[in-house]
């Protein structure tokens, strides 16, 4: 039965890709991509796993380019339609790599950028301990967490960077499935790769497993003659297999009898042989084996990590297998002509389920029907939202930093034993302490799978911390690697999808090490997973520290990253606000109508970042009412109002909150009216923006974005300075929004150490400047107390 789903299984995914039209097309004209031999490769171990090994409670990451092969077995399992099939790689198809959130047939992880998918498994099942260890779930049975991984996906540092991490924290529950095709994109890989994987994968921990021989090429070697045969096979370079699997059977005859053809035994077991069988042996490797993989499958130890390291063929099955250029390789009419009828299906039956199998339909789907990895629905999972508490507190000092309040708001949460506070993971790599977390985990402890104790504690020797690991802990403390930070990230925030618990992550690192970590970050947000990041510190405003940890494109990025809400407040209040919004945000998953007050689409829902500071500021004594708190979480509030007169206006970000004020302050005997527009988001200030123009031209004449109306209060000669201390276009944009002359002052260039004085005057964010650029494009009377630049 399963061999002739493996079949099928080859043959739709094969189709499926003849069929689409979305392919590129080569130099010369012909149609290429859509990865046939890259799918291929993996129709044996597919097959096994979902039609015999996994079950519900198991999530997959499928290597990209088998996507093809999952959409196939999902069509078989009913649970994907034939239409997207018919559109796979086209709109609302099925898509070209497995995704979480664009495609309909349940995929677990997505996958595409090589690499991440993988790691996402490894911190799924530390996730997945997490809650258990936390009483969570308990009812439900422990999910195995499996990557399918191609082999030279496996030259991605991050994949190494969750090894090591893995490692520390006791990981169990987790297989990765190498794809040893022993071809990459472009070529063959190096020879002997295997020996290096298995002893690494051995160094951390992990069983190994190696699928070398199938079941034909076992019982060959045991015929006589067979020893020699096994000898050829473990000395052949990958280039020449591959290359002879390319070739066929008359080829494989031809290079066995010139190498061992004159051993007796050996030459009677190739001559016994005819070409089809010789090619069929050759071919047998261990990955292609059912019986093989369903032996390794079934007897894998649960609590150890194992690696399988699989022998395939790219290509299996079709003509082009093993050619080394095969990668985007696409089957021309022809072959494909051939292989439909060696496949026996007829012309108009290529969709049906059953077409060309031997086994009856009845008996077929009276299989699938049985098949226990479809046996439970739905396997996505939910959680109800948490309460977030009415408001967070903190205790505002005269003179604080938003790290500060970010610590002492954390804190605070920590005090309480609410179902809120329990469901709150922090995770940092290497910078609890340096972030402000240090009172958090003093409080809520950090976890492990086993206690330890903090020997500084128990040898009464006094410390600020307390580094007590336990089950019951709340933080996650990671190694440096800012990628592993984002696929935790991730993971802890796919939880109420996948363990049904929710959980509201947290994670800090300094602002400019996002960039380290960014395309795990975009993955996270891809996968729709939901958390918080809190960024500090940032900018150039970290003077004493040099240009090495001062950030200045990373405001881009909270701009520009879908999936994630950005905000850089100056103040403590604005901040808590923020946080207070935010912990409901990451929970939401309604309507994708957007709001009519901002036209920024709040219930779906998403993941947060925070751009903090470290930099001591006055705070505002002033009661935060719900108006202004609406406006802090919409992006923006008049910090002072312009007058009519107004003929300009500052609008800051973040930390450079005292030069704007100091700013507006220099100006005001010579200019009147100033504005102070107060920016905490320029993120969702652009996007209701972006938003609601569209809509105006669809026909909602009265659309309007909470800029929009802001500015409406500037006179239209007004001139506005913009100012962060990050790059300027960040916020050069508010000049577009209903045509304001603009001049956007921000940080283009490498930062250096120095005073904060010294350098916000050096890359021109300080007061001075502010006036300057204010003069420049509010011509009237001199400012007074302009200075000349630097
Ligand atoms: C981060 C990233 N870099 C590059 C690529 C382009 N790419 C897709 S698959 C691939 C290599 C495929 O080799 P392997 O992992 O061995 O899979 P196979 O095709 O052999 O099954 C590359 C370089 C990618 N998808 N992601
Ligand atoms: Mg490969």
């Known amino acids: 039965m399963l061999a002739a789903l493996e079949r099928k299984v080859l043959w739709l995914a094969s189709w499926m890709i003849h069929n689409a039209n979305h392919l ?15 799918s291929a490769s ?16 198991d999530r997959v990451a499928v290597k990209p380019h088998a ?22 790689r086209g709109y609302k198809g099925a898509q070209s790599y497995p995704s979480r959130t664009k495609d309909a047939d349940d995929v677990d992880f997505s996958t595409g950028s090589v690499g991440l998918g993988v790691a996402q498994t490894l911190f799924s099942s530390l996730t997945q301990d997490y809650v258990r260890a936390h009483g969570w779930g308990l009812d439900r049975p422990e999910g195995r967490m499996v990557a399918l991984v191609g082999d030279a996906e496996l030259d991605e540092g991050n994949i190494f960077e969750a090894l090591l991490e893995g490692w520390k924290q006791g990981l169990r529950n987790c297989w990765w499935i190498i794809d040893y095709n022993r071809q990459s994109l472009d070529a063959v890989v190096r020879e002997g790769l295997w020996a290096r994987y298995q002893q690494l994968f051995n160094n951390f921990g992990w069983n190994v497993v190696i699928l070398k021989y ?10 006589p003659g067979g020893e020699t045969l096994r000898k050829w096979i473990d000395n052949c370079p990958n280039q020449l297999y591959s290359a002879l699997v390319f070739a066929g059977g008359a080829a494989w005859r031809k290079r066995l009898n010139d190498e061992i053809g004159d051993q007796g035994n050996v030459s009677k077991l190739i001559e016994k042989r005819s070409d089809d069988e010789l090619a069929a042996l050759m071919n047998n490797l261990g990955g292609h084996d059912l019986p093989s993989v369903l ?26 297998a093993g050619h080394k250029d095969n990668h985007a390789g696409l089957m021309t009419p022809q072959q494909m002509e051939t292989f439909r009828q060696a496949m026996d299906v007829r012309p108009g039956h290529e969709w049906d389920k059953f077409e060309g199998l031997a086994p009856a339909a009845q008996q077929l789907q009276s299989f699938l029907d049985r098949v226990p990895f479809a046996a439970a629905e739905p396997r996505r999972l939910n959680a109800p939202p948490l309460a977030v508490p009415e408001s967070l507190s903190v205790t505002i000092q005269p003179v604080m930093s938003t790290q500060t309040g970010f610590g002492a708001i954390l804190n605070e949460i920590g005090r309480g034993e609410s179902d809120f506070a329990r469901h709150i993971v922090t995770t940092s790599p290497d910078v609890t302490v340096s972030t402000n977390l240090g009172p958090w985990v003093n ?15 128990s040898e009464r020797i006094p410390s600020t911390f307390n580094w007590e690991f336990s089950p019951k802990g709340q933080h996650i403390e990671l190694g440096i690697a800012e990628m592993n930070l984002f696929i935790l990230l991730s993971a802890l925030g796919l939880s109420h999808t996948i363990n049904g618990e929710r959980l509201l992550p947290i994670g800090t690192l300094y602002d400019p090490f996002i960039a380290r970590g960014l395309d795990a970050l975009n993955y996270a947000c891809y996968q729709d997973a939901r958390f918080m990041i809190v960024a500090t510190p940032s900018g150039i405003t970290l003077a004493g520290e040099g240009g090495a940890h001062q950030s200045i494109a990373e405001p881009l990025i909270g701009l520009a990253q879908d999936g994630l809400a950005s905000f850089e407040p100056a103040y403590a209040d604005e901040l808590a606000a923020i946080m207070h919004w935010a912990f409901s945000y990451m929970q939401k998953d309604g309507e994708t109508a957007p709001s009519e007050r901002t036209w920024l689409r709040d219930e779906t829902g998403g993941s947060v970042y925070l751009r903090l500071s470290t930099r001591p500021i006055d705070q505002i004594k002033r009661e935060m009412t719900p108006e202004l708190r609406q406006q802090i979480v919409d992006g923006a509030y008049w910090q002072r109002r312009p007058g009519p007169n107004c003929q300009v206006a500052v609008a800051y970000t973040g930390a450079v909150a005292p030069e704007a004020i100091e700013a507006v302050g220099l100006m005001a005997e010579d200019r009147r009216d100033v504005g102070l527009l107060a920016i905490t988001s320029a993120d969702r200030l652009n996007a209701g923006w972006t938003a609601a123009q569209r809509a105006r031209e669809r026909g909602l004449v009265h659309a309007r974005s909470h800029i929009e109306r802001l500015l409406a209060d500037l006179p239209p000669h007004c001139g506005i300075v913009t100012v962060l201390d990050g790059h300027p276009a960040t916020l050069a944009w508010l000049g577009a929004v209903a045509g304001h002359r603009t001049r956007p002052l921000g940080v283009e260039h490498f930062g250096q150490t120095g005073s904060l004085a010294e350098l916000y005057r050096h890359y021109g964010i300080d007061a001075n400047a502010i006036v300057a650029a204010a003069q420049a494009i509010a011509p009237g009377r001199p400012i007074r107390h302009l200075k000349a630049l630097p």
Do not use: W
């Open 443 to 457: 409080r809520r402890g950090l976890f492990a799978r086993q206690a330890m104790a903090d020997t500084f504690k």
């Open 42 to 57: 993996l129709a044996t171990i597919m097959t096994a796993l979902y039609f015999d090994v996994l079950r519900p409670q």
């Open 214 to 223: 199938g079941s034909l090429q076992e019982a060959a070697f045991k015929e």
């Open 295 to 320: 032996n390794a499958f079934h007897n894998a130890d649960p609590e150890k990590p194992t690696c399988f390291i699989c022998y395939t063929v790219k290509g299996f099955g079709l003509p082009f």
């Open 24 to 38: 590129r097309e080569n130099t010369d004209g012909l149609k290429v991509g859509g990865h046939q031999a890259s």
């Open 67 to 88: 996507s093809p092969i999952f959409h196939a077995i999902q069509y078989l399992l009913g649970r994907q339609a034939r239409e997207r099939l018919e559109a796979f």
